[in-house]
């Protein structure tokens, strides 16, 4: 049975519904594509009202700016990319840019940012979906051939340019979510609000606590309704997972997801779905779609050089595994703990 992380107002976030540092705010908003949701204690309401208009304004000008297909900063950059120019972008940018590019290495190239131009040949660069199709095999060999990569990008400070004459699109989508809920939880931080959640679309960070309890995260099984199980999160880490029931369709009964492998060009067919739990993010983000990427043979070494001891996978059969850090976290009912193959995440 496969898991993911599922935080729902109201339903999956099982603590408390009190706390002693002021009344529980809820605010629902619908950016990048999914429902961000947060809650908060709100002991200076004002405070709290401030940082969710302030989170919501950044939400709206992050989904234009980091989406690689639109008017946006990193659409003008890619279209510098592909003219072999170079680009002067926003420290943000830049810093993520080099984020990416600093995980990619780590993940040892099955997290890889670079390969947008393969997103778009399958159609996944939509938000529905529509577009979505199993490419003509020539064209897949052509983007192999062509090995495009986001190690080709050269940053200094803000000037991004690349080292190949063209091939080279940046999609972000798979550390984008993670930094916009970073800088969420930076905004509400600076504000003063020290106990929060912010999920976005099931991938998210905490703050503090929610009364006398840590957030809870309900796990819940893709293939099959209700909350599996639970596990608390600590001040400050957040939890993000990777699953081939997000985006996919549906060719000749094969299933085609949209987390896409570099090194073969189609969808990686051993995985059903990562959840890691990580310090921040961006970290999270990445490294949920790298260790889905990585498969049986790979994927707890990537884990170890990305740092992330937590971890749950589900293969394609049904059969979940889990580090020891994340096993013993993990709250599971109804006899399946016994299903859980344990691995450690040390070495």
């Not at 192999?144 to 690349?162: F, H, N, P, V, Y």
Request: aromatic share 4%; glycine share 10%.
């Amino acid at each position: 049975m496969a898991l993911r992380v599922l935080v729902a107002t109201a339903t999956a976030l099982l603590a408390a519904c009190a706390a002693d540092d002021g009344p529980i705010i809820e605010r629902q908003l619908l950016a990048m594509g999914t429902s961000v949701d947060i809650t908060l204690h709100a002991a200076d309401p004002r405070a709290a009202r401030n940082a969710l208009a302030e989170i919501e304004a950044m939400l709206r000008q992050y989904e234009r700016d980091y989406y690689a297909w639109g008017d946006g900063e990193l659409a003008r950059l890619n279209a510098g990319l592909r003219d072999a120019r170079t680009v002067e972008v926003s420290a943000e940018l830049a810093g993520l840019l080099e984020a990416a590019r600093r995980l990619a290495a780590q993940s040892g190239g099955v997290f890889d940012p670079g390969i947008g131009a393969l997103v778009e040949l399958w159609g996944f660069h939509t938000d529905s979906g529509a577009q979505a199709r199993t490419p003509d095999p020539a064209d897949i060999a052509a983007w192999l051939a062509g090995g495009a990569s986001i190690a080709d990008l050269s940053i200094a400070d803000s000037r991004i340019g690349t080292t190949r004459s063209s091939g080279l699109l940046v999609d972000l989508g798979g550390i984008a979510k993670g930094d916009a809920v970073d800088r969420s939880i930076g905004i509400l931080t600076r504000y003063g609000i020290d106990n929060a959640i912010v999920n976005a679309g099931g991938d998210l960070r905490a703050l503090g606590s929610r009364g006398a309890r840590a957030w809870r995260i309900g796990v819940q099984s893709p293939r099959d309704a209700g909350i599996l199980g639970v596990v608390e999160l600590d001040d400050g880490e957040a939890a993000f997972t990777s699953g081939d029931y997000e985006r996919y369709f549906d060719d000749e009964g094969e299933r085609r997801h949209h987390i896409l492998d570099p090194t073969t060009a189609y969808p990686a067919d051993h995985t059903r779905a990562i959840t890691v739990i990580a310090a921040d993010g961006v970290t999270a983000d990445a490294a949920a779609t790298a260790l889905f990427v990585a498969g049986p043979e790979r994927w707890l070494d990537v884990a170890r050089s990305m740092g992330v001891r937590h971890v749950l996978r589900v293969d394609a059969s049904g059969r979940m595994q889990a580090t020891q850090a994340m096993r013993d976290r993990l709250e599971l009912g109804d006899g399946s703990a016994a299903d859980i193959i344990v691995v450690s995440s040390e070495g």
